[in-house]
C-alpha cells in the first residue's frame, strides 16, 4: 500500500550558486559522498530529500543528512537512511522507498514513493 508520495524540482544554476555561496550549507544538507558529485546531481539529490521528506508527511525534525542517494550496480538509485529518517519511515510502517531522479534544461527533480 502506498503511505506517500513526494515531488520536488530544483532550479540547477541557482542551487549551485547558493552552495557555492555558503559552503556549510552544503555540509548541513549532503554526506560527504554526496558533496563531491556534480552540481546537477547534488540538486537532483536534494530533491530527492525534498520529496522523501513530503513522502513522509513533511515532519519536523528530519536532518538531512540522515538520508541519500546510491546507486546499485545497474545504475539504479535507491534511497538510505538513518536516524531521524528511519524513524519516522518506521513509524510509518514503510518497508520500501521508491526513488526516481531527472535532471535536465537546468532543472532537476525527483520523486519519491513510500510503500508499506
Known amino acids: 500500500m502506498i503511505v506517500g508520495i513526494g515531488?520536488?524540482?530544483?532550479?540547477?544554476?541557482r542551487f549551485?550558486?547558493?552552495?557555492?555561496?555558503?559552503p556549510r550549507l552544503g555540509e548541513r544538507l549532503f554526506t560527504a559522498e554526496e558533496l563531491g558529485l556534480r552540481p546537477e546531481s547534488m540538486a537532483a539529490r536534494f530533491a530527492a530529500k525534498e520529496a522523501l521528506a513530503k513522502a513522509l508527511g513533511a515532519p519536523v525534525g528530519l536532518r538531512w543528512t540522515d538520508a541519500w542517494v546510491v546507486r546499485d550496480s545497474t545504475g539504479r538509485p535507491h534511497l538510505r537512511t538513518q536516524g531521524t529518517?528511519?524513524?519516522r519511515v518506521d513509524e510509518l510502517g514503510i518497508h520500501h522507498l521508491h526513488?526516481?531522479?531527472s535532471h535536465d534544461a537546468g532543472v532537476a527533480s525527483a520523486v519519491?514513493?513510500?510503500e508499506s
Do not use: C, T, W
Open 16 to 22: 549551485q550558486d547558493r552552495i557555492e555561496r555558503n
Open 99 to 101: 526513488v526516481s531522479l
Open 112 to 114: 519519491v514513493v513510500a
Open 7 to 13: 515531488i520536488d524540482v530544483v532550479d540547477i544554476a
Open 85 to 87: 529518517v528511519r524513524a
